[in-house]
C-alpha cells in the first residue's frame, strides 16, 4: 500500500537512515487505540513479566516464520521490526490487524511451549509461563504474551519517522550493539539495500 504523505519522506524509501531523526507528535493520544483497516499501525508485543526468552535464536525463528506465513498469505504487510529478548515491534497493515495480530500471538504461543515442552532443558520457562498465567485463562496451562497489542495507528509523516527510528534504535538504546544495522533481527538492513530475514514493504 501506499500512503500519500510517505511519498515526501525519501530517508524510509531509500534507506538513508541518518535522516530519519525521532520528531515530536501530538497526534498520538488520539490515535492510541484506534484499529483501522488498510491503516499502518505501530505495534507491540511483550512476554508476560517481561521474560526473556527470545535470546534463544530458535524461538525467534518460530516469531520470523509467522510473520512470513502472514506475509505469503497476504494477511499481513509489514513495514518495519524489530525482536529484542522479551518483546517485539512492529509496523504493520491488515485487513483485520487485530484478528492476525491474535492470530500471530497464539500460534507462536503454542508452537513455542511446544519446543520448550519437546527440550527438557528449557523447562524454566515453562515453570515461569506457569505461574505468571493469569487466573481468568482457565483454559490453559501457559501464557507466553502479555494481553493486548497496544496499536497506534501511524498518522502521520512525522509520526511514521519517529516510529521508525525507534524501532530501529531500540537495541542501540539498549546497550546490544553500536550501530542498528548490527542487530539482525530487524527491518534496518531493508532500508540500507542489504539482505535481511523478512521482506518488508515500505510506506
Known amino acids: ?34 484499529v483501522l483497516g488498510n ?5 507491540t508485543c511483550t512476554t508476560v513479566n517481561w521474560m526473556p526468552i527470545f ?4 524461538l525467534v525463528n ?26 517485539l515491534h512492529m509496523i504493520a497493515t491488515a485487513d483485520n490487524l487485530s484478528k492476525e495480530i491474535g492470530n500471530f500471538k497464539s500460534f507462536t504461543a503454542r508452537s513455542i511451549i511446544d519446543w520448550l515442552t519437546q527440550h527438557q532443558s528449557q523447562s524454566y520457562w515453562l515453570r515461569c509461563m506457569e505461574s505468571a498465567k493469569l487466573p481468568h485463562k482457565t483454559g490453559q496451562r501457559y501464557q507466553l504474551w502479555q494481553e493486548g497489542f497496544h496499536p497506534k ?6 509520526m511514521l519517522r519517529q516510529k521508525m527510528d525507534y524501532i530501529h534504535n ?34
Open 62 to 87: 518460530i516469531l520470523l516464520d509467522s510473520l512470513r506465513f502472514l506475509q505469503n498469505q497476504q494477511r499481513l504487510e509489514l513495514h518495519s521490526y524489530v525482536i529484542m529478548e522479551n518483546h
Open 1 to 34: 500500500m501506499s500512503v500519500p504523505w510517505c511519498r515526501s519522506v525519501p530517508c524510509l524509501r531509500q534507506g538513508n537512515l541518518s535522516e530519519a531523526l525521532p520528531l515530536s507528535t501530538n497526534t498520538m493520544a488520539r490515535s492510541r487505540y484506534r
Open 170 to 203: 531500540n537495541p542501540v538504546k539498549r546497550g546490544y550493539v553500536d550501530d542498528p544495522a548490527h542487530w539482525r533481527y530487524s527491518s534496518v538492513r531493508n532500508y540500507l539495500g542489504q539482505p535481511g530475514l523478512l521482506s518488508v514493504t515500505p510506506l
Open 39 to 43: 491503516s499502518p499501525h505501530f505495534v
Open 153 to 158: 495507528m501511524i498518522v502521520s509523516e512525522a
Open 55 to 58: 535470546s534463544k535464536p530458535e
